[in-house]
């Protein structure tokens, strides 16, 4: 279950000076601009906007920040965005994504690594074709562990050592159940724990099964369809 804000509606309704509309060849088009201030004064101010207009409860399993009809972010925007997301990310120990994202946008959110390189959570955008990016970096192992995931959807530690022909193995076990652990940390998946009736016969690696956090979005869209 997620809780969204639609960005552009809220900083239209209590921070207009933030948002500049121009027209480019007849297309109205639409800038988040900030700088003004000090940078942590305008996070703590974007971080204030946007949780009054998430439902911060622990029933939600994804923060959604909706950039729809977002055109451009001016540097200092993706920067105080970007922070300002990852640190409700980290108050909330739940994930955050942005969605809807035009690529110019996206890629002021790539270019953002004064906020990135000092956080310890990691964030995805969906592109408005649906396509999941990371906001950040990780480590090859981890890298491989999200394309299984991508690629089956959800696993857990045992069926990942099963697909390295390791599947017996309490060792690779362990080993990949410290990798979607630390994946968990960042924000980037989600996971639920399985109850000892549904486990496999050998139990172990099965405590909890894992899911990239931007399933959520996609399995909230079929069911409007």
Do not use: C
């Not at 029933?59 to 990852?86: E, F, G, Q, R, W």
């Not at 076990?173 to 009736?197: C, D, H, P």
């Amino acid at each position: 279950m997620n809780s969204e804000v639609k960005l552009l509606q809220v900083l239209e309704a209590e921070r207009s000076s933030w948002v500049v509309k121009f027209n480019v060849d007849g297309n109205n088009t639409t800038l988040f601009k900030l700088g003004s201030k000090d940078f942590f004064e305008e996070r703590d101010s974007l971080i204030q906007v946007i949780k009054k207009h998430l439902e911060l409860t622990k029933k939600h399993t994804i923060h959604l920040i909706n950039m729809d009809n977002m055109d451009y972010l001016s540097p200092s925007a993706a920067n105080v965005s970007m922070s300002a997301a990852l640190e409700i990310s980290r108050q909330t120990k739940i994930p955050v994504i942005f969605t809807q994202v035009l690529s110019e946008v996206l890629e002021g959110l790539k270019a953002a690594p004064s906020a990135v390189k000092t956080e310890d959570r990691i964030l995805w955008a969906v592109d408005i074709a649906g396509n999941p990016h990371i906001l950040g970096t990780i480590p090859d192992r981890l890298v491989e562990i999200l394309d299984i995931l991508k690629d089956k959807g959800r696993v857990s530690a045992s069926e990942i050592a099963a697909l390295h022909g390791e599947q017996n193995s309490k060792k690779y076990i362990n080993k990949f159940s410290v990798y979607l652990q630390e994946l968990f940390n960042t924000g980037l998946i989600n996971r639920e724990k399985i109850a000892g009736s549904a486990r496999d016969e050998a139990g172990r690696g099965w405590t909890y099964v894992y899911r990239p956090a931007y399933a959520d979005i996609f399995e909230t869209l079929m069911k409007r369809f």
